[in-house]
């Protein structure tokens, strides 16, 4: 009885859509061609998806750190610190300068005022206004070196004429009071902030290993990182509540909403 039953149905349902309209028949057209397309657009978010949470945030806050007189850049994530937004870098990449320019997304570019620089720890924060196409990332530093030897890594920077690469590697040593990473790294990834997988902001890229065969020779896979627990904690904390921004305000159209989960970067 009950394989009847599902006879009759499905002869019913064929009768239904047989007798559709033709408007009726577009709409079914529409339906169609529409879940494909969501369909689509699914697969490619997952495919583009890929990354790990971590690296996601760490892609999401990567900006470029520009020299105002366009001498070259580096890289530094945005970073909400004691309730204001900041970038973190290296100093060598702001050298001598009061100001940066940020450079986000979607030709979004503020003014960062250099509120902190340690040339020996080769460490530099600016403070920013909210920038609209980025995502701050949540200030979680590592405290020390405990357990980072083996550790997997990642940071998100602009090396070379790349735009965003997003970098995957394991901390290898742990000498000289900073912490060596076998993974990729070239000229302008200087100032990108290295995370762990778990989250943890363990320093920025400071600069690559260099051999000697005869010649000097840049090894791109040795990259040195210097760790924020070298941040003298209470003069940034200080500095940067107390900091104004940098005047003017440089700001270029930017996004009207900030991407998310970095699959359109």
């Known amino acids: 009885m009950a394989c009847w039953r599902r006879f009759i149905g499905l002869i019913v349902a064929v009768m239904v859509l047989g007798s559709c309209t033709s408007e009726q028949a577009a709409a079914f057209s529409e339906v169609n061609e529409t879940a494909t397309q969501t369909f689509q657009n699914t697969a490619r978010v ?3 998806s890929r990354l790990t949470p971590v690296e996601l945030i760490a892609r999401n806050s990567a900006v470029k ?3 105002p007189l366009g001498r070259g850049h580096g890289s530094g994530t945005y970073v909400k610190m004691y309730g ?4 973190v870098t290296a100093a060598h990449v702001v050298d001598k300068q009061t100001i940066m320019f940020i450079e986000a997304r979607d030709e979004e570019v503020v003014v960062g005022r250099v509120v902190y620089r340690d040339f020996d720890a080769d460490l530099a924060i600016l403070i920013v206004p909210q920038i609209r196409s980025r995502i701050a990332a949540p200030w979680r530093p590592c405290k020390d070196s ?3 030897l083996g550790a997997s890594v990642t940071y998100t920077g602009f090396p ?3 735009d965003l690469l997003t970098i995957r590697g ?3 040593a742990l000498e000289r009071d900073m912490v060596v990473a076998n993974m990729f790294g070239w000229f302008g990834a200087s100032g990108s902030g290295a995370f762990t997988q778990g989250g943890r902001f363990i320093g920025v890229v400071t600069g690559i290993d260099v051999g000697n065969w005869q010649l000097p020779m840049p090894l791109n896979s040795i990259v040195w990182v210097s760790p924020v627990w070298n941040l003298n904690g209470d003069i940034v904390k200080v500095r940067i509540k107390t900091s104004e921004y940098a005047e003017p305000a440089k700001s270029l159209p930017g996004a009207a909403s900030p991407r998310r ?3 359109r970067d």
């Open 261 to 263: 989960g970095g699959l």
């Open 46 to 48: 997952l495919e583009l």
């Open 160 to 162: 070379g004429v790349h």
């Open 170 to 172: 394991h901390v290898a």
């Open 65 to 67: 750190v520009a020299d």
């Open 146 to 148: 405990t357990n980072l």
């Open 84 to 87: 204001r937004y900041v970038v």
